[in-house]
């Protein structure tokens, strides 16, 4: 379910529910040969010798791809007895499959091959398990999870794995051009299933609660590729049969329940997906710099509170600072509340999910300069992040000593907190 008053999304990992297959497929380079003959008398129809040899741009790049898309099954434990196949009582803790989604093969290394999928897809799992494309089931591992990018990352024997996926630069992707989903929808049953769509829009926000109750706050592509559930974890492809992102979500309806929206999915981008896998393979976790600040969207606040801030007239995006915590980077850097950050190095920002991406870039350690505008004036300062996101929580603790140990969790994932604009500048 999404956060604040935008809408209901569908995390995609779990299969269920009925499927309804048809429509229209245009086929383009057609070749027939022989001749077509009408059956003349009863009973004597006969299937007509003619080759059709359909080969598209988008046959070619579903082609590329398939073969390394997988099913990814996720088992979790009953712990209620049940008659075993074999006749007589199962034992009580024994696993069952939960829900499946999709992973992609992006990696051979020795005798390890790597799978992308969403950190949704495997979340409780006690065991897990890929469906490779040539019908083989295989063992997984999981080597790291990230909550907040919604990304995980799996390994399985590579003797298993032939091809793996390439990543495209998800930053050159144009509005408009064409997008192929390649996944399992509803689960394995409809396993290597490609749909087609274009890219609807790119950057788009989307906040949500995944079934585990965790947040999930990322930076998406829009896509109108039909997405269904089990769908999740799989490649958004471009023409070239290239991985522009991996599958995650799709819009269903209003938050209210009185709209039911179609062709509103989303993947995360490759360049975003490339930099969390990087870290996962190599840490196993995901250890983000923290800023220390609550922000707001320029864009969200009314135009009497903007014309407060005495910008130029040629800034309209950024991020308002709401407030800023002592003893973490911003402060430090000098940062203080109303200050409008339009840049994070080289990287324009417009939403706080913008600035987290941008940030989520860098390292603990590393030094980077922000762009900001204070009293109309724009001003940069070079901030060292040499706080994390654990960092956050602590200095937060005193605030949040109610939450609950899961709500403590999500808080330390979100290093740099939102704020709803109807709270900025409250106490003036």
Same mark, same amino acid.
């Given at each position: 379910?999404?956060?604040?008053?935008? #809408?209901?999304?569908?995390?995609?990992?779990?299969?269920?529910?009925?499927?309804?297959?048809?429509?229209?497929?245009?086929?383009?380079? @057609?070749?027939?040969?022989?001749?077509?003959?009408?059956?003349?008398?009863?009973? %004597?129809?006969?299937?007509?010798?003619?080759?059709?040899?359909?080969? #598209?741009?988008?046959?070619?790049?579903?082609?590329?791809?398939?073969?390394?898309?997988?099913?990814?099954?996720?088992?979790?434990?009953?712990?209620?007895?049940?008659?075993?196949?074999?006749?007589?009582?199962?034992?009580?803790?024994?696993?069952?499959?939960?829900?499946?989604?999709?992973? @992609?093969?992006? &990696?051979?290394?020795?005798?390890?091959?790597?799978?992308?999928?969403?950190?949704?897809?495997?979340?409780?799992?006690?065991?897990?398990?890929?469906?490779?494309? /040539?019908?083989?089931? !295989?063992?997984?591992?999981?080597? /790291?999870?990230?909550?907040? %990018?919604?990304?995980?990352?799996?390994?399985?024997?590579?003797?298993?794995v032939k091809e793996t996926a390439t990543f495209a630069n998800s930053d050159n992707i144009t509005v408009g051009e064409p997008a192929i989903a390649v996944g399992s929808p509803l689960g394995s049953q409809f396993a290597n299933t490609a749909t087609e769509g274009i890219v609807s829009a790119k950057s788009r926000q989307v906040s949500m609660t995944n079934d585990s109750g965790q947040a999930v706050s990322v930076n998406a592509i829009q896509t109108d590729a039909s997405i269904n559930p089990g769908n999740s974890g799989g490649a958004l492809i471009n023409i070239g049969g290239q991985v522009i992102g991996i599958t995650q979500s799709k819009?269903?309806?209003?938050?209210?329940?009185?709209?039911? !929206?179609?062709?509103?999915?989303?993947?995360? *981008?490759?360049?975003?997906?490339?930099?969390?896998?990087?870290?996962?393979?190599?840490?196993?976790?995901?250890?983000? *710099?923290?800023?220390?600040?609550?922000? !707001?969207?320029? $864009?969200?606040?009314?135009?009497?509170?903007?014309?407060?801030?005495?910008?130029?007239?040629?800034?309209?995006?950024?991020? !308002?600072?709401?407030?800023?915590?002592?003893?973490?980077?911003?402060?430090?850097? /000098?940062?203080?509340?109303?200050?409008?950050?339009?840049?994070?190095?080289?990287?324009? @920002?417009? %939403?706080?999910?913008?600035?987290?991406?941008?940030?989520?870039?860098?390292?603990?350690?590393?030094?980077?300069?922000?762009?900001?505008?204070?009293?109309?004036?724009?001003?940069?300062?070079? @901030?060292?992040?040499? &706080? $994390?996101?654990?960092?956050?929580?602590?200095?937060?603790?005193?605030?949040?000593?109610?939450?609950?140990?899961?709500?403590?969790?999500?808080?330390?994932?979100?290093?740099?907190?939102?704020?709803?604009?109807?709270?900025?500048?409250?106490?003036?």
């Amino acid at each position: 379910m999404a956060k604040g008053n935008i #809408t209901k999304f569908l995390l995609t990992g779990v299969a269920g529910g009925a499927i309804a297959l048809g429509g229209n497929i245009v086929y383009q380079n @057609v070749n027939t040969h022989g001749s077509i003959t009408s059956p003349t008398t009863a009973g %004597s129809a006969q299937v007509s010798k003619v080759n059709v040899d359909v080969n #598209t741009d988008t046959t070619a790049a579903v082609k590329k791809v398939s073969n390394a898309v997988v099913s990814v099954l996720n088992y979790q434990g009953s712990s209620s007895s049940s008659d075993s196949l074999f006749g007589g009582d199962s034992a009580s803790n024994t696993t069952q499959l939960s829900s499946e989604g999709s992973g @992609v093969i992006y &990696k051979k290394d020795g005798n390890t091959a790597y799978i992308v999928t969403n950190d949704h897809v495997v979340a409780g799992a006690k065991s897990l398990e890929v469906l490779l494309s /040539g019908g083989q089931k !295989v063992t997984a591992t999981l080597v /790291g999870e990230d909550t907040y %990018s919604d990304i995980a990352v799996l390994k399985i024997d590579a003797k298993y794995v032939k091809e793996t996926a390439t990543f495209a630069n998800s930053d050159n992707i144009t509005v408009g051009e064409p997008a192929i989903a390649v996944g399992s929808p509803l689960g394995s049953q409809f396993a290597n299933t490609a749909t087609e769509g274009i890219v609807s829009a790119k950057s788009r926000q989307v906040s949500m609660t995944n079934d585990s109750g965790q947040a999930v706050s990322v930076n998406a592509i829009q896509t109108d590729a039909s997405i269904n559930p089990g769908n999740s974890g799989g490649a958004l492809i471009n023409i070239g049969g290239q991985v522009i992102g991996i599958t995650q979500s799709k819009l269903t309806t209003t938050e209210d329940g009185s709209t039911t !929206v179609e062709g509103i999915g989303f993947a995360i *981008p490759a360049n975003d997906v490339v930099n969390i896998i990087n870290k996962l393979e190599r840490d196993g976790k995901v250890v983000r *710099p923290a800023l220390g600040v609550s922000m !707001v969207a320029l $864009s969200s606040l009314p135009n009497s509170t903007i014309s407060e801030l005495r910008l130029p007239e040629s800034v309209t995006s950024g991020v !308002v600072v709401a407030q800023v915590q002592s003893g973490l980077p911003a402060a430090n850097a /000098g940062l203080k509340e109303r200050d409008v950050i339009t840049k994070v190095g080289d990287t324009s @920002v417009s %939403s706080s999910t913008d600035l987290q991406s941008a940030l989520y870039k860098h390292n603990i350690g590393d030094k980077v300069k922000l762009t900001f505008y204070r009293d109309g004036k724009q001003q940069t300062a070079e @901030v060292t992040l040499n &706080k $994390s996101s654990s960092d956050l929580h602590l200095n937060n603790s005193s605030s949040s000593s109610s939450s609950s140990s899961s709500n403590s969790q999500r808080n330390s994932q979100n290093s740099d907190s939102s704020n709803d604009a109807s709270d900025f500048f409250s106490g003036n």
